[in-house]
Every structure is written in structure tokens, then in C-alpha cells.
């Protein structure tokens, strides 16, 4: 179906879920009528596309290494894969596509997205699946999109910490072994420590 084609007009966080999660406005259009699409969709983010400022630098030296060689390592990171459904319609149809967002800094996008200070995340979204219409007679039909089928969106940066903000107002989550957790633990009940900030305030002195 080469015919059909994608955009991605706005993002969102969206208020009401359990976990950080943004809500991108998917619009789809199709000259002929669709009986209806189950695809599913890649998201990658593409550093490369994008200006980042002496700080946001030296907050991702972690993961590009040196400014100087960014030339080399700012590659494409794949960001998640998320399914994307739609009833019958003809010509435009805009859904919702629902991405959760993860928060804990062993993930490399998580890095990234909290290294930014300002301006635009570049995303690219890849999409393939089953589309379902009708041939002449009206016997139902279905092909498959091939992942050629794509579109681009520059999210604000804004809207990724505002949607965090919304979950862990002031904070950030941290993934531990849990043995290296069960020390952390004792070492606070044994100082008599009310809380896991001031755990670690005592432990950086």
C-alpha cells in the first residue's frame, strides 16, 4: 500500500496513566477505503539531527564519548515498538499512539532524553503490518506495509519533562543490584537515617 502515508502532528503526556507516558497524534491517509490497519511501529531517535550545546556535551560523554568524535558515534538509537490500530475510514484518520516512557538511567535512551536541556528531539517512526479494504467485487483483502513506510517529528524536549515531571516531580530512578540495594539498606537503618537522600548526601559527605 504505497499509497498510504503518515504523519506525526503533536505529543502529549498523557495525565491519567500509571506510568510516564506520551501520546503522539498519528494521522494516516489513504486515497481508497480501508476496512482497517494492525501495524506495528518502530520509534528511533536520531542524534544526529540535531545541534547540542557545550553542556548537553558534556552531559552524553557517557554515551557518544568526546565531542570530537561525534561524527563517528552519534548513531541512530532505537527508542521502542509500539502497536498501532485503526478502524475503517477513508482519506484521514488520525489515533493516538501511546508510548510508555522508562525513567531508569541503565537504559541508554533514558540517558539521552535527560542529557538534553532544551529544544527538539529528533524522532523517525517506521511502520509495518496488515491493512485491510475491499477489492472490486467487495471481498475482503489484506497486504502487508513493509517498513518503508515511515514518518519524521521533532518532539520539544519540554514536553519529555514535563510528562517525567508529572511522575517524579523533582527526582530521578535509579536501578540497583540488589545486593549493592541490601547494603545501601542496612547502612541507613544502621545510621539511623529517615531517608534515601540523606543516605546518599552522607555516603557523597
Not at 16 to 27: D, G, K, R
Not at 54 to 80: C, H, I, N, Y
Not at 132 to 152: H, K, Y
Amino acid at each position: 500500500m504505497r499509497e498510504l502515508a503518515f504523519a506525526v502532528r503533536d505529543a502529549q503526556p498523557v495525565s491519567w496513566a500509571a506510568v510516564p507516558q506520551l501520546a503522539f497524534s498519528l494521522e494516516i491517509t489513504s486515497p481508497h477505503p480501508l476496512r482497517g490497519l494492525t501495524l506495528q511501529c518502530q520509534i528511533q531517535i536520531e542524534p544526529a539531527r540535531r545541534r547540542y550545546e557545550p553542556e548537553e556535551q558534556q552531559r552524553l560523554v557517557d554515551l557518544f564519548g568526546e565531542a570530537s568524535r561525534w561524527g563517528e558515534t552519534l548513531k541512530t538509537m532505537l527508542w521502542t515498538h509500539v502497536p498501532v490500530n485503526a478502524p475503517a475510514f477513508e482519506g484521514t484518520r488520525a489515533v493516538e499512539l501511546f508510548v510508555p516512557c522508562s525513567f531508569d538511567f541503565n537504559v541508554a535512551v533514558t540517558k539521552y532524553l535527560h542529557g538534553l536541556q532544551s529544544g527538539e528531539i529528533p524522532l523517525r517512526f517506521l511502520f509495518s503490518g496488515s491493512v485491510f479494504f475491499d477489492d472490486a467485487e467487495g471481498r475482503l483483502q489484506i497486504t502487508q506495509l513493509s517498513w518503508s513506510s515511515e514518518a519524521t517529528y521533532n518532539l520539544p524536549v519540554e514536553t519529555w519533562r514535563r510528562m517525567m515531571d508529572l511522575h517524579y516531580p523533582n527526582s530521578a530512578w535509579l536501578a540497583l543490584r540488589r545486593d549493592l540495594f541490601a547494603r545501601l539498606l542496612q547502612y541507613k537503618a544502621d545510621h539511623g537515617l529517615a531517608t534515601w537522600e540523606q543516605t546518599l548526601e552522607q555516603l557523597l559527605g
